[in-house]
């Protein structure tokens, strides 16, 4: 079975562009959820999704958008590229978007912006 | 503020040792508690979980002894292998806003010597 699928694996933009970062969640999975992860640190929370539906966004500027389309997949975007979005995104999908079903990550875009 | 705190930042231990890395939350709301595993490269992979309501739980060389009252847990690897070598996280699940969000500790990176 086919896990988390995220593209690009590597992408490098221009300070001030727009980028615009997929995921396939596992087959039958409704949620997807996306974290950022600066090297060194600890993944963190940026949104969810259920049933295209936003169900939870974290502590991050209005430049960072998402959605989810009917077939699951998502997609995020950032506007007006910083030095400081620089990091790996991960896309983790789950079942129902519940901690205890289990959160399944892929491996994620690694963003440099210069 | 950094809402799960990890220690230590990294451990080296030798092949057959007993590997321990500790975390420590503020957040009476949190409800799970999953540990994961990242290689280079790699998203991060769940390896074990508790619920707050259960004080050790383990599967096969991974223990988990959670503290509720001490608001502590920590991951225990015993006969830790070479193949162990990988960045620990610990993270708490926050159901709070709608969302079951993980929040993340900053890691820890395990190095096992043969």
């Known amino acids: 079975d086919a896990g988390v699928t995220q593209s690009p694996t590597h992408l490098i933009k221009t300070r001030g562009q727009q980028v615009t970062l997929r995921c396939s969640p596992i087959s039958g999975h409704k949620s997807v959820s996306w974290y950022q992860q600066v090297l060194g640190q600890g993944p963190q929370f940026i949104f969810q999704y259920y049933e295209k539906e936003e169900r939870g966004r974290g502590n991050f500027p209005d430049r960072f958008s998402a959605r989810q389309f009917p077939n699951y997949s998502s997609e995020l975007n950032v506007n007006a590229l910083e030095l400081d979005d620089s990091a790996l995104y991960l896309c983790a999908s789950s079942p129902v978007g519940r901690a205890w079903n289990g959160y399944t990550f892929g491996s994620g875009t690694r963003l440099t912006v210069v | 503020q950094q809402q799960v705190k990890q220690s230590p930042q990294s451990l080296i231990v030798q092949k057959g040792g007993i590997s321990i890395i500790n975390c420590a939350y503020e957040n009476t709301a949190f409800d799970y508690f999953p540990w994961y595993q990242q290689f280079p490269g790699k998203g991060p992979a769940l390896l074990i979980a508790?619920?707050?309501?259960?004080s050790e739980k383990k599967e096969g060389r991974f223990t988990i002894s959670f503290n509720k009252s001490a608001k502590q847990f920590s991951l225990h690897i015993m006969d830790s292998q070479p193949g162990d070598s990988a960045t620990y996280f610990c993270a708490a699940s926050d159901p709070t806003g709608g969302s079951e969000k993980l929040v993340f500790g900053k890691g820890t990176k395990l190095t096992v010597n043969p």
């Open positions: 508790i619920r707050p309501d259960v």
